[in-house]
């Protein structure tokens, strides 16, 4: 599946002097917009409009940030905007379910450089120090793909405070379903699995490529930024051989990439690594591609 993000974005910016306090609450997880704010979606031409009934948005867009009169520095905020660093803040917001916790949102400088914002609360809320006059990409890290959900221009101007509300639901780009004989149940639905596609194997044995280290990467960047989160990673194979060789490959596959998750800093109790062997396809295995796609890592948050 594709991934679809909505968003509204409601802003605050507060300079130096000049906020009065009360403008806006919290993380009331309205993502509406009282006096003096702005609240939009990114069109085409990575302006904010207004949000209408019916309307599609962008998966990403530059959205303009405005100056307000009546902007607050959130009560929850605990960093301090400088003359060099802005401090932005977060509320991020399910429209069906009210704030979202454990998101962790990567703002990505021009010159490549991150900063990352923690996990966000159970109001949804989280904040970091970006330097100013710069335009960030914004992401949600996630286990599975990620796009560029936002671009947030950054002022040159000391001591900044930027809110952004951001208000989505989302689809992520997940595993096919388990294939099953038709007087087989189906399995029960777990938590969200991804195939890390990249992730290669020497033939016939459980020695990584060079070229799986970049997406591996990614998981170790997700679990450094979200120290709540425990994984299971899965090895998995197509039904040529026998069962118990597809089983025990399939194991020192998933073994291996827990290793290199290890390696690079993350802590073993929260990797759980899991050889299914040819059990749970995802094609069929009578083609050479469908084959291919059984032959295959996954990723599955615990929830």
Partial sequence: MTRALLFILTVHLLACGGSKPGAAKPGDGTGGASAGETAGTATDDGTAAPDKPGRKTRDSGEFAINETDAASRPTNGKLKATDTEAAVRFFV??????????????????????????????????????????????VFLSLGRRDIAAQV??????????????????????APPIVTAPSEPAPAAPAPRFVLDGVQFE?????????SHARLDTIVEYLTHKPSATIEVSGHTDNVGGNKKNKRLSQQRADA?????????????????VGYGDERPIASNDTPEGRQQNRRIEAMEAM
């Fill in 257 to 273: 990439v827990r290793d290199y998750l290890v390696a690079k800093g993350i802590d073993a109790s929260r990797i759980k690594a």
């Fill in 153 to 174: 221009a950054v002022a040159n101007e000391p001591r900044l405070n930027l809110k952004l509300t951001l208000r989505y639901k989302r689809e992520d780009l997940t």
């Fill in 203 to 211: 033939t016939g044995s459980a020695k990584l490529t060079a070229d």
């Fill in 93 to 138: 917001i399910d429209k069906d379910k009210g704030p979202i916790t454990g998101i962790v949102i990567a703002l990505t400088a021009p010159t490549g450089e991150k900063y990352y914002a923690a996990e966000t609360d159970a109001a949804g809320f989280t904040e970091v120090l970006v330097p100013i006059g710069a335009k960030y990409d914004l």
